[in-house]
């Protein structure tokens, strides 16, 4: 099965910074992989979707690479923001289903 | 738009009751719809997939005697605990597919407390 690695230690930064977050997976590449924000006591919220055939992916102070040779997607945050501050969560399809499977997430902290 | 709710946010209940969380699409229609547990710093767990109309498909380790799901129209998909235990205490998050069928909406989440 599809084994998602995300960073367990917290990521602080100063705003105005650059976090950026990293999210790993072990076997087969999916056709696709998204990106969460998760804030405490709170359903997850869409960020990104990422194709395998997209290298990189822009929605506003948010960027998403996709390298499938290196089985990675990394997330970045310009000009972070106290608000920026969540925990992110990585997702991808297991093999031919709808359903996602979701990495343990990385905190964000973004200190002003 | 995209607009999922859960109900009720936050339940306690007694040992061996039963409880029932609704979870609703508010300005779309969903045949499909997903829930997921989850434990404190850990991932979402899929518990099962939800089709309008049709039985739920559960995952493996979740008992489908325990944790019923019923989809009985494209906007409404109901999940009941019966005979909660504390062992069972957890948030409980319903999403539903929108659209291109690859992205998923998430509810706010239902924090479910068994004494």
Redesign the interface.
């Given at each position: 099965s599809q084994k998602?690695e995300q960073n367990s230690e917290a990521l602080n930064i100063q705003e105005g910074k650059t976090a950026t977050l990293t999210c790993n997976y072990t076997n087969y590449s999916p056709a696709?992989l998204?990106w969460?924000r998760q804030d405490p006591?709170?359903?997850?919220?869409?960020l990104l979707?990422i194709r395998e055939n997209e290298k990189e992916k822009r929605k506003e102070r948010l960027k998403v690479t996709f390298d499938t040779t290196l089985k990675q997607s990394l997330f970045h945050i310009t000009a972070s923001q106290p608000a920026d501050s969540a925990t992110y969560?990585c997702a991808l399809?297991p093999s031919g289903y709808?359903?996602?499977?979701?990495?343990?997430?990385t905190m964000l902290l973004v200190s002003p | 738009g995209a607009v999922?709710s859960?109900h009720p946010s936050w339940v306690i209940c007694k040992s061996g009751t039963s409880v029932k969380i609704e979870c609703r699409s508010l300005d779309f229609q969903a045949t499909?719809m997903?829930w997921y547990r989850q434990f404190p710093?850990?991932?979402?767990m899929?518990m099962a997939?939800s089709n309008e109309g049709s039985k739920a498909t559960y995952e493996q380790g979740v008992e489908k005697d325990k944790f019923l799901i019923n989809h009985a129209s494209l906007t409404l998909s109901t999940l009941t605990v019966t005979s909660a235990h504390p062992e069972d205490s957890s948030?409980y998050?319903c999403?539903a597919?929108y659209g291109d069928?690859?992205?998923?909406?998430?509810?706010?989440?239902t924090?479910l407390l068994v004494l």
């Open positions: 998602i696709y998204q969460y006591g709170r359903g997850p919220v869409f979707l969560l399809p709808s359903t996602l499977t979701f990495g343990k997430g | 999922v859960q499909t997903f710093k850990q991932s979402l899929l997939t948030f998050i999403s597919l069928a690859e992205t998923q909406y998430f509810g706010p989440g924090r």
